[in-house]
């Protein structure tokens, strides 16, 4: 396979006609994962024996905590094509990927704080984990903001792929310095490699086609927003040059 | 058809209830700021045409 | 180098500058907050230590937007990057002039703030050690938000909120240090991670904010 075919995707045109074929079988095969999923975690799934029938929120808040680090691990891929390649489409799909990173975060920590409720008897609590995406959620909106600010595409894209490996840095150094600070109340990994420590298979099947639903949700999602922002983007370079003259 | 939650189902269903009116949302704003911005970008392009 | 910086100082104490502000701003913080939580002594002395870094960092923060800005506005930065030394010894010369007057002063005031909240004696010393470790970081990593948000107009509360999660680490580690000296426990784990997140930031940081302010500069 040649390696070289990718980056064809990185012309806009080419980028906008090749999603038009994929972006309706992407987002028909999301809506049916998220539907599969979630409607088997909700009815068909029996209750935990601690936990009651709050088990089934673990069909969202796993899946959604999940996209909202991956959706930060793929702006700092897409950051870094910008930097060393410098194809716009790579920024620009790092700025449709942030808003729908920061509300993967926000289902996660709400979703979190719904479930602790009952389960710890409080709403928050200053555990690692529960600290470590708040934080998260801070990081975005830090780059979501620098992004609105600044006026110039090519400048907001140097800086915010910029911010974001900085960023990236400190937000690693901020979870371990968090764990480090309070120990936790947060159970470990609901899916790991390790069978031992995984939740039980009956939770566990329905728990992946959610989480497939997520990943083809998030994709979707930022197809279409760089969709949008590449239009976005043309336009605003064709007005720009209407009015030079 | 709706499962027993027992005494936790305001907690399960408040948690589905905010997850998916969020998804919806991001969703919805998402597909309106694409026609939008394409609309727009017809027009403009439509209009250096004519000029140029 | 040296000329740069001693002109950033003298800049820095004459011109009605934020020298005395940070200041100004860290007691005014530290007299409030007996207002707010009650002046019973053992309260206070157990967040003695979190209430001294927070208010030193707050006053870094506030300062932030004067390392770059100034220049921004006059041109000179435009000077300092058509002259011969490099762009990250600008950045770290701005950063070394903030924190020499920001920084090091919070530093040196910090035990008599601690007599006004009855920090308790064997705290002063790694409260002071971690102060002074930790300052250097903040100072470093504020020059990059203010790069960030040189060429914006109301780039101020923008800084905070781009600058505020990057204080995260350091603010960790350095109050637990100081928590740690309070309570007469072993702290030579946060030390030295507070000691490598300074030593880190030196080093790097200045390439990212060098980076930019090129970007800016454009």
């Not at chain 3, 530093?107 to 050690?129: C, D, I």
Request: net charge positive.
């Amino acid at each position: 396979m040649n390696l070289n075919r990718l980056w064809e995707y990185a012309n806009p045109k080419k980028f906008i006609e090749t999603t038009d074929r994929v972006l309706p079988a992407v987002s028909v095969l999301a809506v049916l994962c998220l539907v599969v999923g979630l409607a088997w975690g909700f009815f068909f799934t029996p209750d935990d024996y601690r936990q009651g029938s709050t088990v089934k929120i673990i069909y969202i808040h796993v899946p959604s905590a999940l996209m909202a680090i991956n959706a930060w691990l793929m702006m700092l891929v897409t950051s870094l094509v910008w930097i060393v390649r410098r194809h716009h489409v790579s920024a620009l799909a790092a700025r449709a990927a942030a808003p729908v990173g920061m509300v993967m975060t926000v289902i996660a920590l709400l979703t979190g704080a719904i479930w602790g409720q009952p389960m710890w008897g409080t709403w928050w609590a200053w555990d690692p984990r529960l600290t470590s995406f708040l934080i998260l959620f801070l990081f975005y909106l830090g780059y979501i903001a620098l992004w609105e600010a600044i006026e110039n595409d090519d400048t907001a894209a140097d800086l915010t792929s910029i911010l974001c490996l900085v960023g990236s840095v400190f937000a690693l150094l901020s979870r371990y310095a968090v764990n480090f600070w309070n120990q936790g109340l947060h159970q470990g990994a609901s899916l790991s490699l390790d069978k031992e420590e995984n939740v039980a298979d009956v939770f566990y099947y329905p728990l992946l086609v959610a989480i497939a639903g997520f990943v083809l949700l998030f994709v979707a999602l930022v197809l279409l927003r760089t969709r949008t922002e590449i239009r976005a983007r043309r336009m605003r370079a064709l007005l720009a040059r209407e009015r030079m003259g | 058809m709706m499962p027993d939650l027992g005494k936790y189902a305001e907690t399960v269903l408040s948690a589905y209830a905010v997850s998916l009116v969020l998804i919806v949302v991001l969703v919805l704003l998402s597909l309106r700021r694409g026609h939008k911005v394409k609309a727009q970008l017809e027009a403009v392009e439509k209009k250096v045409r004519k000029n140029g | 180098m040296i000329a740069l910086l001693l002109r950033d100082l003298r800049l820095a104490m004459r011109a009605g500058g934020g020298f005395g502000l940070g200041l100004a701003f860290f007691l005014i913080v530290v007299t409030l907050v007996p207002f707010g939580v009650g002046p019973q002594g053992g309260l206070l002395a157990t967040i003695a230590p979190g209430i001294l870094w927070l208010g030193a960092l707050l006053a870094c923060l506030l300062s932030l937007d004067r390392i770059l800005a100034l220049d921004w506005e006059d041109g000179s930065l435009d000077l300092l990057a058509t002259a011969p030394l490099p762009m990250e010894a600008v950045v770290s010369v701005k950063a070394l002039a903030h924190w020499l007057t920001t920084g090091l002063p919070l530093v040196l005031a910090t035990p008599v703030f601690g007599l006004l909240l009855s920090l308790p004696s064997k705290g002063y010393a790694p409260l002071l050690l971690s102060l002074l470790l930790g300052t250097p970081a903040l100072s470093v990593i504020g020059t990059f938000g203010a790069a960030l948000t040189v060429g914006l107009k109301r780039g101020g509360l923008l800084l905070s909120l781009l600058v505020l999660p990057l204080y995260v680490p350091t603010l960790i580690f350095g109050a637990e240090m100081a928590r740690r000296g309070v309570d007469g426990l072993d702290y030579s784990t946060p030390l030295l991670m507070v000691a490598g997140i300074t030593c880190g930031t030196i080093a790097l940081l200045p390439f990212a904010s060098a980076a930019v302010l090129r970007v800016n500069l454009r």
